[in-house]
């Protein structure tokens, strides 16, 4: 099912170190509207969708999700990039540092754990789907708030990127949706 490529959906390639954004990144790392939470959320939807155009979708939407997960953790590494200690306790990183040095575990930007609650499912395609939309809808708030903490242009091509594709991904849903309220709401 997966081909792996090793080369980012969106090239990251940022200079400066910005711990404050790195550890506001968080929240598209292991927060609820994240990128981790939707690729779980819809590898898991696809399952109980009527027919393969649906299973389709929400497998290649899932896909992407995950590469894009790639992106916000290249996107973390290089703001960190350098950091010392003193300087991550300052922007609050120190418990990510103790536990995990550089390295990442899934958190929200406020430190929450990631949690299997987000991973929305209830086995109705209707009410999945408009959750789907919804959440592509809330994780293109969480970008537009990320671009307004920042005026470097080497963060801000891929959090555009990013955003852009939250808006590709709630159209693909809200064309499913209405294909199926159109071909099984008549029956």
Request: contains cysteine; hydrophobic residues 35%.
């Amino acid at each position: 099912m997966f081909a792996y490529h090793k080369k980012l959906e969106y090239p990251v390639n940022i200079q400066k170190k910005d711990l404050k954004l790195a550890k506001s990144m968080l929240a598209q790392y292991g927060g609820p509207d994240s990128e981790l939470s939707a690729s779980l959320r819809y590898f898991n939807q696809r399952y109980t969708m009527p027919d393969e155009k649906g299973i389709a979708l929400l497998t290649d939407i899932a896909t992407e999700e995950l590469a894009h997960v790639e992106i916000i953790n290249t996107i973390i590494l290089q703001l960190m990039k350098g950091a010392t200690v003193e300087e991550l306790q300052k922007a609050g990183l120190e418990g990510n540092y103790t536990q995990h040095d550089g390295a990442f575990f899934p958190t929200d930007a406020n430190g929450v754990p990631f949690s299997t609650m987000y991973i929305d499912t209830t086995g109705d395609w209707r009410a999945d789907l408009e959750s789907d939309m919804a959440a592509e809808q809330r994780a293109r708030a969480t970008y537009e708030h990320l671009i307004n903490q920042t005026s470097d242009p080497d963060v801000l091509a891929p959090l555009c990127f990013l955003r852009q594709r939250e808006v590709v991904h709630y159209a693909r849903f809200k064309e499913l949706r209405d294909y199926y309220l159109n071909k099984y709401s008549k029956k």
